[in-house]
């Protein structure tokens, strides 16, 4: 990192084109209020659901209010363009007047959510302007998103991952029996659930718990709303374990934090949307009621799947826990949920490392390591 006299300018970019729109805007919200002032610049940028990029105003409310979600509007904003190439910085253009420069920026916390910005869409953009920023690279985050590819590369890797059935758009349409007859061998037939979802959504968007064929194909639209591609996962029988993952100091190994136990209350199947943040039925047992060296275990799986996929920065690795003992991997979040109450910086408040402090290791990793190819 150069040597400047300046604060380090960090854009935090919020908001996106995904479902996940309005959980983007809470984390930032969260992570904003959590960045020392002292140290960093902050500037706040959002992209509206229609891909506009805004200069969005510091004292933005951003949380969910009375069950309210908010969003990135854009209007009454001067619109800030994407980074130029030839320099690592901002424009900023109103109606009227001649276009402005934001200046360089140091760093990027993109925190985005799902396609778009958690796809390795942005992280492309950002490595094209030579710009540094948090989080995994565009190849990683790729198929991080890609619950089917993240699959492939895991068990490519010898990690243990459970039944599951690709369905892509054009399977769907020209195959579609095919595609229901493998997903009945998952257990369906034989009245076992299956989980119907989105292949690259998060935060429980566009998934449905199925118990009977008749449903089966209603689910499927459903999640077809999210994505023309869908995963289908036999439902595995087991405790919901997660563990947080950062990118290590000083080129050292990944790190995980304590793992956590997602315990729900109420009538939910499943971890859905709701259940996540809006009804406040769940919490979190960090660490969860394990022996010790299965603690130590899931901690050393989350690291293997986190290098697997050759992340950097963070990463939230969620396992299920079989009732003989056995770590299954789900799935792997790149850009995890970052509100306080979150699992993520839950389980390295747990595990040492409070939410300022955690906000600002993920900046100075990021400021540290080099652009382009790595």
């Known amino acids: 990192m150069s040597q400047v006299s300046r604060k380090a300018r960090v854009a935090v970019v919020f908001g996106g084109r995904s479902s996940e729109h309005a959980i983007s805007c809470v984390t930032a919200g969260a992570v904003m209020a959590a960045i020392d002032r002292d140290r960093y610049e902050v500037m706040p940028v959002g992209i509206a659901r229609d891909g506009r990029w805004v200069l969005a105003p510091e004292d933005q409310r951003l949380a969910i209010e009375d069950g309210r979600l908010p969003e990135v509007t854009g209007e009454g904003n001067a619109l800030a363009l994407p980074f130029d190439p030839s320099s690592p910085g901002l424009m900023v253009v109103e109606p009227g007047k001649v276009p402005a420069t934001l200046g360089e920026v140091d760093v990027v916390l993109p925190l985005l959510h799902g396609p778009y910005g958690e796809d390795g869409t942005i992280q492309g953009l ?51 029996k095919r595609k229901i007859d ?36 209603a689910a499927i639209e459903a999640a077809r709303e999210h994505d023309p591609k869908v995963i289908v996962e036999a439902a595995v029988e087991g405790r919901e374990i997660e563990c947080g993952v950062l990118q290590g100091l000083d080129d050292g190994p990944a790190e995980a ?64 826990l079989t009732p003989d003992g056995r770590w299954i991997l789900n799935e792997i979040n790149t850009m995890p949920g970052f509100t306080p109450a979150s699992a993520f910086p839950q389980m390295w408040a747990a595990t040492g490392l409070d939410y300022p402090a955690l906000v600002d290791r993920l900046i100075q990793t990021a400021l540290t390591r080099s652009t382009g190819l790595r």
Do not use: N
């Open 182 to 217: 493998e997903v009945k061998e998952l257990g369906l037939a034989d009245g076992r659930p299956v989980f119907v979802k989105p292949a690259r959504a998060g935060s429980s968007m566009g998934i449905t718990r199925v118990t009977a064929e008749a449903a089966l194909e």
């Open 126 to 176: 950002l490595d094209l302007a030579g710009v540094r920023y948090v989080g995994a690279g565009v190849l990683a985050s790729a198929v991080g998103m890609d619950k089917g590819f993240m699959k492939l590369v895991w068990q490519a890797r010898g990690l243990p991952v459970g039944p599951y059935v690709l369905i892509g758009d054009r399977e769907w349409r020209r195959e579609r």
């Open 257 to 320: 934090s304590l793992p956590a136990e997602v315990l729900m209350a109420g009538d939910h199947d499943f971890y859905d949307f709701e259940t996540k943040y809006l009804d406040g039925s769940t919490r979190m047992a960090i660490p969860p009621d394990l022996p010790p060296a299965a603690i130590e275990e899931v901690r050393r799986v989350a690291v293997q799947a986190f290098d697997a996929l050759d992340c950097e920065g963070l990463a939230r690795v969620d396992f299920f």
